[in-house]
C-alpha cells in the first residue's frame, strides 16, 4: 500500500509540474525586427536570439532575403547563390 501511495504521489507531482516546464519551451515564430535605412526597410528574423535571416526591401524595385552562408556572419543573397547552375536551352520542343 505505501508503494502505491508513493507512486501515486510521484505522478501527481509529475503531472501539476509539466505546465511549468512547458511555459520555457522556445516558441516556434520568429522575432523580426523592422528598420529603416535610408529607403530600404530591413527585417531581421531571429529564433532565439540567433540571425538568421535578413529581408531588405528597397523603395524601388524586389525585395530579397540574405541567408547565412555559413555559422559566421556571412551573408548571402538567397536568389543569387555561389553555385551557379547552366540554363542552357539544348532542344526546344
Do not use: C
Not at 9 to 17: F, N
Not at 35 to 47: A, F, L, S
Not at 53 to 72: C, E, M, S
Amino acid at each position: 500500500m505505501r508503494v502505491l501511495n508513493r507512486l501515486l504521489l510521484v505522478g501527481l507531482l509529475a503531472v501539476s509540474a509539466a505546465p511549468v516546464f512547458a511555459q520555457d519551451a522556445p516558441s516556434p515564430e520568429p522575432d523580426v525586427t523592422i528598420r529603416h535605412d535610408g529607403d530600404k526597410t530591413i527585417q531581421e528574423y531571429r529564433v532565439n536570439g540567433f540571425l538568421y535571416a535578413i529581408k531588405v526591401t528597397p523603395k524601388h524595385g524586389k525585395p530579397y532575403f540574405l541567408v547565412r552562408a555559413d555559422g559566421d556572419n556571412n551573408f548571402i543573397r538567397s536568389d543569387q547563390p555561389d553555385m551557379l547552375i547552366p540554363q542552357w536551352e539544348i532542344f526546344r520542343w
